[in-house]
């Protein structure tokens, strides 16, 4: 089992920036991966950035160039830095671990943390 203790949200106006921190705990060894998906009211959850424990990256098209993804490995965090933040950036970000159990692919979920963008 792996263990996800979110933060960093908040409130910041169009513009801003905020950092998101993830910290993994328990099952570490087996994560291969870790990223943020965020869903707003009425929205589907979607893939906002993903990286890779050999530091491969993918972002979500709305976000490229924006946001930026990175990872400590040694601390078992992920962050999310998010730059120009946009009203429609608003939404409930959640951490996710993708990893490898006895040969099983697992995924799971921090419990998230709010972040509003106002114009």
């Known amino acids: 089992q792996v263990q996800l203790v979110e933060s960093g949200g908040g409130l910041v106006q169009a513009g801003g920036f905020l950092r998101l921190s993830c910290a993994a705990s328990?099952?570490?060894?087996?994560?291969?991966?870790m990223g943020w998906s965020r869903q707003a009211p009425g929205k589907q959850r979607e893939l906002v950035a993903r990286?890779?424990?050999?530091?491969?990256?993918i972002y979500g098209d709305s976000v490229k160039g924006r946001f930026t993804i990175s990872r400590d490995n040694a601390k078992n965090t992920v962050y999310l830095q998010m730059n120009n933040l946009k009203p429609e950036d608003t939404g409930v970000y959640y951490c996710?671990?993708?990893?490898?159990?006895?040969?099983?692919?697992?995924?799971?979920w921090g419990q998230g943390t709010q972040v509003t963008v106002s114009s």
């Open positions: 996710n671990v993708i990893g490898v159990r006895f040969g099983t692919q697992y995924s799971s």
């Open positions: 328990g099952s570490v060894l087996s994560i291969t991966a």
């Open positions: 990286i890779t424990t050999g530091g491969s990256t």
